[in-house]
């Protein structure tokens, strides 16, 4: 877990004191932080977008994992301490079009392997998503 994502987690307990401790996963997780009832996939970005891409797979796997848990999936993106936070659990609920398509994208969010695969994703606009100034 990288230094960021800790410190979005700090500060999205202190807007929401009562979403309880955020406990950060395991490295090979699928998501970044469990607490009482989400998990929640942390994105820290250099370069705002809009929409905002997320993976297919992220979705099925957490989707999956969230269910299994009795919680929603929560996905975070933050750009210079502002969060978007989608509830990917109630989206699907109400049948949100994510538009879902396939790109051919870097093979990993960081950049550093410059190796391109095809990859379903869906797109995430910003006004379908909560705003919190970290």
């Not at 004191?17 to 490295?27: A, F, H, K, R, S």
């Not at 079009?97 to 379903?120: A, C, I, M, V, Y």
């Amino acid at each position: 877990m990288k230094s960021k994502e800790k410190a979005v987690a700090k500060a999205l307990n202190k807007v929401y004191p009562n979403i309880g401790e955020l406990t950060p996963t395991e490295q090979h997780c699928h998501y970044d932080f469990d607490c009482k009832h989400y998990i929640i996939e942390v994105k820290c970005r250099l370069k705002r977008y809009d929409p905002w891409i997320i993976e297919k797979a992220k979705v099925d796997w957490n989707i999956d994992i969230a269910k299994k848990l009795g919680k929603d999936f929560l996905y975070l993106t933050e750009i210079k301490k502002d969060a978007y936070i989608w509830n990917i659990s109630k989206m699907l609920q109400d049948e949100y079009d994510f538009q879902w398509t396939t790109k051919n994208l870097p093979q990993n969010t960081e950049f550093s392997n410059r190796r391109w695969t095809k990859k379903p994703i869906g797109y995430l606009y910003e006004k379908d998503a909560t705003f919190v100034q970290l």
